[in-house]
């Protein structure tokens, strides 16, 4: 099934996007008409019984202004449950620790955030036992070779970190519906504009929202999306009671506002990103490029399926050594050396040498090249930053 969404859809989406801060319930809060919903940074609300009795008592349980970020959230994954958390790493950890009970199993692609797979087999194997299957999701019967009666959660990212590599979201839905375990998929790289798993059978999707929710590289922030109330009751009291770790009200209004431009960024991600790919990928100093918009991606039919767009994500290898690396990555002007992702600015980073300790992985998880550049494009002029390459590759 073709997953690219018709002009319409798109216009639906951005609509969602630009009015979603405004409530069902509360389409315009505290009667003030406010076009832009008010930063609530209470930490307490005068208690009230009956028909004056409050919805918020205690902004660790629940705040306004969180509130109508999580329902933002929901209405643009198309799911019923939307929660929001300090960082991407606490949606995901949180996630883990509330789905899957000591001595669990879990089985995950070998392709994921460095983070995630520390917590993998730091935290969750190393101190609650639990076991740990990394396989190459690109192929679902890995997947489903690796999944038993007792699998209590699969786990996903794709496209991936920092391999952009895809997995088949529907065909995994099937197997984990057929072993009673949560799927969850890591969205963050595709953004809610770009794919849907909930849709495609996931019962979980994550972001980390500091990158292309927020969009403005000026905000740290997660958020878990689902259409299982079991699943979300689980998730939103280790939110607010078990580890606390919900997101504040700042920070919430930033992503929010962030969101009601996400369409437009995410359309000059893609422009901006595919004219980067194709420079690259016909310079004699690249030796591959990762992009899924690319017809030269292995993976780039199940792209153009499962996702409506390719992002503003991709790496590629650099055909050199580490020192000439060094100095291309010194000789940029317009890119940024930089660690995150999903921002208006371009940034560039290699594992090797920026995050070493990162780029250090367990010997299950995916070989990351030496060589390899990640790659967020933003949304300068896309002339200037094919040149910017151009300029600094030897």
Known sequence: MTRHKSQSDRNRFATIAVGAAKTETHPHRDGTNDVVPPIHLSTTFEWASGKNANEHDYSRESNPTRTALEEQLARLEGGEHGLAFASGMAATSTTMLSLVPPGGHVVTSDTIYSGTEKLFTEHMAGHLGVDIDFVDARDPDNVADAVSPDTDLIWAETPSNPLIRLCDIQTIADIAGDHDAVFGVDSTFASPYYQAPLELGADVVVHSTTKYLNGHSDSIGGAVITDDGGVFEQLAFAQRVGLGNMLSPFDCYLV???????????????????????????????????????????????????????????????????????????????????????????????????????????????????????????????????????????
């Open 256 to 394: 929010s506002r962030g969101i009601k431009t996400l369409p437009a960024r995410m359309e000059h991600h893609e422009k901006n990103a595919i004219a980067v790919a194709r420079f690259l990928e016909s310079h004699d100093r690249v030796a591959r490029v990762y992009y899924p918009g690319l017809e030269s991606h292995p993976q780039h039919d199940l792209a153009s399926e499962q996702m409506s767009g390719y992002s503003g994500m991709l790496s590629f290898e650099f055909d050199g050594t580490l020192i000439e690396l060094e100095a291309f990555i010194e000789g940029l002007e317009v890119f940024t050396p930089g660690a995150s992702l999903g921002g208006v600015e371009s940034l560039v980073e290699v594992p090797s040498l920026m995050i070493p300790d990162e780029f250090s992985r367990s010997e299950d998880s995916a070989e990351i090249p030496e060589a390899l550049v990640r790659v967020s494009v933003g949304l300068e002029d896309a002339d200037d930053l094919c040149e910017d390459l151009r300029k600094a590759l030897p």
